[in-house]
Nanobody
Framework: QVQLVESGGGLVQAGDSLRLSCTAS????????SGWFRQVPGREREFVAG??????IVYESVKGRFTISRDNARNTIFLQTSSLKPEDSAVYYC?????????????????WGQGTQVTVSS
């Protein structure tokens, strides 16, 4: 059984940083692409960043402020966030795909974590 478990969310002030982690069991992250999405109530899940099987990285609008990385030895992916803004507030989800390349479509990811809340106050 595949499980993805996120951690690292919290309540911070604008301009602060957080590091989100996602550890997988039952599946190796490096066997396919993985990524981070976020969602606010009433809106669709939004792609944030992804890393391909080979290590290529794709960002959406957060490039320059967020960094995605993968630690194969720990079977963990990270999302280092910085210069957080109130509009970054959301539930952040990690996801794993059977595809080798990064997709920005949530439907291409078959495995999801439970989500971790990030709230940025102004």
């Amino acid at each position: 059984q595949v499980q993805l478990v996120e951690s690292g969310g919290g309540l911070v002030q604008a301009g602060d940083s957080l590091r989100l982690s996602c550890t997988a069991s039952g599946r190796t992250f490096s066997s396919g692409a993985s990524g981070w999405f976020r969602q606010v109530p009433g809106r669709e899940r939004e792609f944030v960043a992804g890393i391909s099987r080979g290590g290529s990285i794709v960002y959406e609008s957060v490039k320059g402020r967020f960094t995605i990385s993968r630690d194969n030895a720990r079977n963990t992916i990270f999302l280092q966030t910085s210069s957080l803004k109130p509009e970054d507030s959301a539930v952040y989800y990690c996801a794993a795909s059977s595809l080798s390349v990064v997709s920005t479509l949530a439907t291409n990811y078959g495995f999801w974590g439970q989500g971790t809340q990030v709230t940025v106050s102004s």
